[in-house]
C-alpha cells in the first residue's frame, strides 16, 4: 500500500483516495463478506475477507501518512478492546454464561463512553448504519435503563396505537404525516423483534428470499403458460402465489 501510495511511482489512483472516498468500498467490501457467508461459499469468503482487510490497510496507511496512526496501533487498539472487555477470560478467568459475559462487555461499553465523555446513550451509535439495525441498537440501550414495556402486551398495545395513527394519518392525506407513522410503525417492530431476540435485519433479509423465490415461481409457470406479468390477472397471479408458499 505504500508503493501504491508513493507520491512518485505509485498508483494514480490510489493516490488519489482519501478517508472519505474509502469508505462506501469499506461498507460494500463488508456486505459482500456477508454475502459469501451466506451462500456458504468458503472461497469466495477468504477472498472476499482480503478485500474488506485491504481496507483497513488503505485507510490505516492514510492515517499513517497523515501522522494519526498506524496499522500496529489499530491491531493493538482491538486487542486492548477485546482484553477490556473479556475480564472472564483474560483478568479474572472463571466460568462464566453468555448472558454473564454479554452483561460484562456491556458495562465495559458503558464505562469507555464515560472515559470519552459521552453525555447521552446514543453518542457512539453510528449514524451511518442500516435504519433497521441502528433502531435496534437504539432501543437495545434504551431498555438497558429500563425504558422499555415489562411485558409483550405492551408492544402490540403500542403496534395497534402507530397502526391507528397510520390510519389517521392516511385518512387526512397527510403525506409527511404518513412517513412519520410509517417510521414509528417499523421502529416499533424492530424493538418487539430484539424483545423477542429476533435480529430484525436477518428477519427481513430473510423474508426479502423468500418473496423473491415465490415471485420467481409465478414468472416460471406463467413463462410455461407463453405469458407475462403484464398478461396475468391479480386472482392469477394470487393462485400462483398460492401454490408457491407449499413448495417454499
Not at 451462500?39 to 469468503?45: F, I, T, V, Y
Amino acid at each position: 500500500m505504500e508503493q501504491l501510495r508513493d507520491k512518485e511511482k505509485g498508483c494514480e489512483w490510489d493516490k488519489e483516495q482519501d478517508f472519505k472516498s474509502i469508505a462506501p468500498f469499506t461498507i460494500e467490501e463488508a456486505y459482500e463478506v456477508a454475502d459469501a457467508i451466506a451462500r456458504e461459499n468458503h472461497n469466495d469468503l477468504k477472498l472476499e475477507l482480503g478485500d474488506l482487510l485491504l481496507q483497513v490497510v488503505f485507510l490505516s496507511q492514510i492515517a499513517k501518512e497523515e501522522g494519526l496512526f498506524k496499522f500496529e496501533d489499530v491491531a493493538n487498539a482491538i486487542s486492548h478492546k477485546l482484553i477490556s472487555r473479556h475480564p472472564y477470560v483474560f483478568e479474572n478467568p472463571k466460568e462464566h454464561t453468555p448472558d454473564e459475559q454479554l452483561e460484562s462487555w456491556e458495562n465495559s461499553k458503558a464505562k469507555e463512553r464515560e472515559e470519552l465523555n459521552f453525555t447521552s446513550l446514543m453518542d457512539d451509535i453510528a449514524l451511518t448504519l442500516p435504519a433497521l439495525m441502528r433502531s435496534q441498537k437504539i432501543q437495545k440501550r434504551a431498555s438497558r435503563v429500563g425504558f422499555d414495556w415489562s411485558s409483550i402486551e405492551g408492544y402490540f398495545k403500542k403496534i395497534e396505537e402507530e397502526i391507528g395513527e397510520l390510519k389517521k394519518a392516511i385518512q387526512n392525506k397527510d403525506q409527511s404525516n404518513i412517513e412519520e407513522e410509517i417510521g414509528d410503525l417499523l421502529m416499533i417492530l424492530t424493538n418487539l423483534s430484539r424483545h423477542l431476540k429476533v435480529d430484525a435485519e436477518t428477519a427481513l433479509h430473510k423474508s426479502n428470499r423468500k418473496f423473491e423465490k415465490r415471485f420467481r415461481y409465478i414468472e416460471d409457470e406463467l413463462g410455461k403458460k407463453g405469458k407475462k406479468l403484464s398478461d396475468s390477472s391479480l386472482e392469477e397471479m394470487d393462485k400462483l402465489w398460492d401454490e408457491a408458499k407449499l413448495i417454499n
